[in-house]
Antibody, heavy 119, light 107 residues
Framework: QVHLVESGGGVVQPGGSLRLSCAAS????????MHWVRQAPGKGLEWVAS????????YYADSVKGRFFVSRDNSKNTLDVQMDRLRGEDTAVYYC????????????WGQGTLVAVSS | DIQLTQSPSFLSASVGDRVTITCRAS??????LAWYQQKPGKAPKLLIY???NLHSGVPSRFSGSGSGTEFTLTISSLQPEDFATYYC?????????FGGGTKVEIK
């Protein structure tokens, strides 16, 4: 059974850093495209970043490019995102998401972890 | 970047109604479109992938159609558990983008 559990969220000051981790079970992370998607309070869904199966090709939304860095640990079967130079507009629930086999559509989501950027 | 425009943004309907939500892409995306349902405080759930394929476990009252730039999600007979917000997402090219959402509420 597929399970995704995010951790690492919390309150951080503007300009600070946070690292989110997503523990995957029931499947092998390196065999699928994996995504991070966020949702600001009361707002819609926003795609943040993706890592392709090859683990080399990584893509980012313009809003986080150069500040967020996605990575994968095949030995631990985890997905991470390092978030630097955080801004108020990064405040959101962050979801780890698994794509369908051979595609990019998300078939499984984590429960989400809240990141609040505030002084 | 490919923009997705969902309409309507808000919909009021009754149990048993047929409901249609539209998603328009700013450029052709073939059939690389997914539909998700999200309830308050919960993660989204996949309903439809590749424009018209029903995800495993999703009731058959949900259906998707379209290709290119125009797509629809149809709920043939709205059930109480279907009151939620629905999002489309294009998977044709990065950056991946979501539509603004359609909130379906009880009339």
């Amino acid at each position: 059974q597929v399970h995704l559990v995010e951790s690492g969220g919390g309150v951080v000051q503007p300009g600070g850093s946070l690292r989110l981790s997503c523990a995957a079970s029931g499947f092998i992370v390196r065999s699928y495209v994996m995504h991070w998607v966020r949702q600001a309070p009361g707002k819609g869904l926003e795609w943040v970043a993706s890592i392709e199966k090859d683990g080399i090709n990584k893509y980012y939304a313009d809003s986080v490019k150069g500040r967020f860095f996605v990575s994968r640990d095949n030995s631990k079967n985890t997905l991470d995102v390092q978030m630097d130079r955080l801004r108020g507009e990064d405040t959101a629930v962050y979801y780890c998401a698994k794509a369908i086999l051979g595609g990019h559509d998300v078939d499984y989501w984590g429960q989400g972890t809240l990141v609040a950027v505030s002084s | 970047d490919i923009q997705l425009t969902q309409s309507p943004s808000f919909l009021s309907a009754s149990v048993g109604d047929r409901v249609t939500i539209t998603c328009r892409a700013s450029q052709g995306i073939n059939i690389f479109l997914a539909w998700y349902q999200q309830k308050p405080g919960k993660a989204p759930k996949l309903l439809i992938y590749a424009a018209s394929n029903l995800h495993s476990g999703v009731p058959s009252r949900f259906s998707g159609s379209g290709s290119g730039t125009e797509f629809t999600l149809t709920i043939s007979s709205l059930q109480p558990e279907d009151f939620a917000t629905y999002y489309c997402q294009q998977l044709s090219s990065y950056p991946l983008t979501f539509g603004g959402g359609t909130k379906v509420e009880i009339k």
